[in-house]
């Protein structure tokens, strides 16, 4: 496969990833910024979601406040941020069509579908109870070609290209949620065990889609180390980190059998699948979380980079 084509199926489904996972950023925001916080306006939770977005620098260079209306507008519609929704759905399907004949029938129509929909919403005449609405049906229309992809494309290296960029944005956005949020969201000791601490950490469990899963793992109200050893190191949990590395791991695996040749990103990912699967939340904890994730980042980026140089995405 040419790097072109390789590094186009790549992004494509970090894309849709990605605009899946802005929508249930938004989702977490909107909730918590609903709740009365003390000592903070309602609008101060949109910080820590461009944060988790990496998105704040930008929107402060064309804003000089936090708004509801004005930050969902740019992690929704703002085709100037690279990272919103809009940004994402057109991004995915330029690179599509561009390798148009790499995908089968049902995931254009799903992805070109989506755009074309999307495309179609005016922002300024949405009224506030829209947003829910809008947010399930981005997640669903994610859902949706992620589901034409599994069930159509043969496991070839079309498909170990996508799932790559699937898993390696996913571990991406599950890292830096719970980077930003736990430290965020940690409620004053006044609030420990409340109704608004429990939300707060739901807030963060249904970003990741995991609020439900939680509680059939767990059996137990929300805390902070088992929601950090859920979404880290749980290797049922489909967006843990673990998990996401299994697929990642299985996927430059057959990568390395489909062309005859071990990458250095291969060994870089087993490197990072088994920190995960040899770890323990207690030394996490003792180590600094923060600190964990951190690496965790930096390792996750590497693979990214590494995969691009040995497949030459740049070519």
């Not at 990833?17 to 609008?43: C, S, V």
């Not at 990272?83 to 995908?103: D, E, I, K, M, Y």
């Not at 949020?181 to 409620?187: D, E, S």
Request: hydrophobic letters at 40%; aromatic letters at 12%; glycine letters at 6%.
């Amino acid at each position: 496969m040419l790097g072109r084509t390789a590094n186009d199926l790549f992004w494509l489904s970090r894309y849709v990833e990605r605009a899946e996972n802005m929508a249930r950023l938004i989702e977490a925001g909107y909730r918590i910024a609903l709740l009365p916080r003390a000592g903070g306006g309602k609008d101060e939770e949109w910080g820590s979601t461009l944060r988790s977005a990496g998105c704040a620098d930008r929107y402060f260079a064309q804003h000089a406040a936090l708004d509801t209306r004005k930050v969902v507008d740019f992690l929704l519609f703002d085709s100037t941020n690279p990272s919103s929704v809009h940004a994402c759905f057109a991004t995915a399907r330029r690179n599509a069509r561009a390798q148009r004949t790499a995908l089968t029938r049902e995931m254009w129509e799903s992805l070109n579908g989506s755009w074309l929909e999307f495309q179609a919403i005016r922002p300024e005449t949405l009224r506030p109870d829209a947003l829910p609405r809008i947010l399930d049906w981005i997640k669903e229309r994610s859902a949706g070609y992620r589901g034409a992809l599994l069930d159509t494309i043969l496991r070839n290296d079309t498909f170990f290209f996508s799932q790559l960029g699937t898993f390696l944005e996913r571990a991406d956005n599950t890292a830096r949620i719970l980077d930003v949020k736990y430290y965020v969201l940690l409620p004053s000791m006044s609030l420990i065990g409340s109704g608004v601490d429990n939300v707060q950490w739901e807030a963060i469990l249904r970003s990741v889609s995991a609020h439900r899963s939680y509680h059939w793992v767990y059996k137990d109200s929300y805390r902070s180390w088992r929601i950090a050893d859920y979404l880290i190191l749980n290797r049922a949990m489909p967006r843990s980190l673990r998990s996401c590395y299994r697929e990642i791991d299985t996927a430059l695996d057959e990568l390395s059998g489909h062309y005859g040749e071990k990458k250095p990103c291969l060994a870089t990912a087993k490197s990072t699948r088994a920190l995960l699967e040899d770890g323990s939340i207690e030394t996490i904890f003792q180590s600094g979380l923060h600190e964990f994730l951190l690496d965790f980042i930096g390792r996750n980026n590497r693979v990214g980079q590494e995969i691009s140089d040995a497949y030459h995405f740049s070519s």
